[in-house]
Each structure stands twice: as C-alpha cells, then as structure tokens.
C-alpha cells in the first residue's frame, strides 16, 4: 500500500494543479496534524485517496476558507484520536495534541491528561487486536514520544505515556509531526524496540504492506 504522510507545512509542490506523477498512486493520505482543513480536503481530492488524521495543536476552533466556508473537519476525512480504523487490512491508530503550554487552550495535554488517553485508546486496542488477531500496523500522533525527536522546550516535549504503548502493541510505524526540522543532519527516524519512529514533517512517502 503506498501512503503519503503530510504535516505541519503546506508544500506547494502538492498544493498546485499539476500535481506529480509520483504521487498518482496513493492509497491512503495520513496527516500528523498542523495543517488547514482546505489543505487536507484539497489533497483528498487532488490524489483522489482516503484520509486518516489527528490534529494537532494549532488546529483548533473553526477555519474559515477564502470561499466564505466555515470547516470544523476537513470534510471525507477520518479523525483517528482515540479511534482504531482498519483501513484496507492495515490498522490504524491515533493520538492528536501536543504537550500543554498554555493554560485551557484545546488540543493540549498534560502528560497525566495523555496517559488517560493512551489508557482509553489501549482497551480499545486490546479488544480489536485480540479479536482481530492482528497486531497494530501504524500509530499516528502528532507530538513525539518522550525522548525521541522532542526537544527540550515544553510546547516540544514529548510525551512518556506513547512509550509503554509502543512497546506493548509494536507497532510497524509510529508517524508524528509537530518539531519542524531545518538542519539536514536533525534525526527523523529512530527505530524504537521494533517500531520505526518517523517524523513524518513535512511530507513522507511510504510503500506498507498491509
Ligand atoms: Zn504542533
């Protein structure tokens, strides 16, 4: 399954009509979070796939589109937070937010608050892998796990509680987004147990089999 990963920088090199041959064939479009609605829906229909998403911090509250629209989802998409999807034999799941930096602000948590989270998504987990008989294929976040690609400030900091879950449901891939990366030597990919962490910033392509 080729899948397409996009994150927190709009590319004008997808963003146009004239769209590559080499992303003609893409199954599934996976958004890490940070990115418009009108972004998201564009890329749906431009590459003519399917959608998966978390958001991350700065995409709360509703956006308002050059058109005159008002988008509280980017229409056809599936929002992953919490959820578990199986998506043409690969499961999926998801996690959005970042880390709080800033008192009652949506979209943030704290590292208690995402425990729960992770807490509420592994039942879920437990119950579809065993009764599926299958392991999980992808996680999505957007924030890192603690230590691995986070960085020191709190907006950056990542989180402990993604840790135990990855070593528990070994995940194939674990996409995150969220740390933006401008030096060519930063690490993007850390393989973690037996989980390739990739920051997925601000575009990746990936052939997965499913
Ligand atoms: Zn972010």
Redo the contacts with the bound molecule.
């Keep these: 399954m080729q899948i397409m990963t996009v994150s ?1 920088r709009i590319m004008d090199r997808l963003y146009n009509s004239q769209l590559d041959e080499r992303y003609r064939d893409i199954d599934l479009l996976i958004s890490c ?2 990115l418009p609605y009108y972004y998201l829906e564009f890329l749906l229909s431009a590459l003519n796939t399917s959608l998966v998403y978390v958001r ?3 995409d709360g509250g509703p956006q308002y589109t050059a058109d005159g629209r008002t988008l509280n989802r980017p229409q056809g998409g599936a929002d992953l937070h919490g959820r578990v999807i199986n998506h043409n034999g690969l499961l999926i799941a998801g996690l959005e937010g ?1 880390m709080r930096y800033k008192p009652s602000a949506p979209l943030m948590y704290s590292e208690g608050q995402m425990a729960v989270q992770v807490a509420a998504l592994t039942l879920k987990l437990l119950r579809i892998t065993s009764y599926q008989g299958r392991n999980l294929d992808i996680l999505v976040t ?2 890192p796990p603690f230590g691995i690609h986070d960085e020191p400030d709190l907006a950056h900091t990542g989180f402990k509680a993604f840790l135990p879950l990855i070593r528990f449901f070994k995940p194939r891939y674990h996409f995150h ?2 740390v933006h990366i401008y030096r060519n030597d930063t690490f993007r990919e850390t393989t973690y147990k037996q989980t390739k962490i990739i920051n997925v910033y601000p575009l990746g392509l990936f052939e997965i089999d499913s």
């Design positions: 927190d979070g940070d991350g911090n700065h970042s957007h924030s987004g969220h």
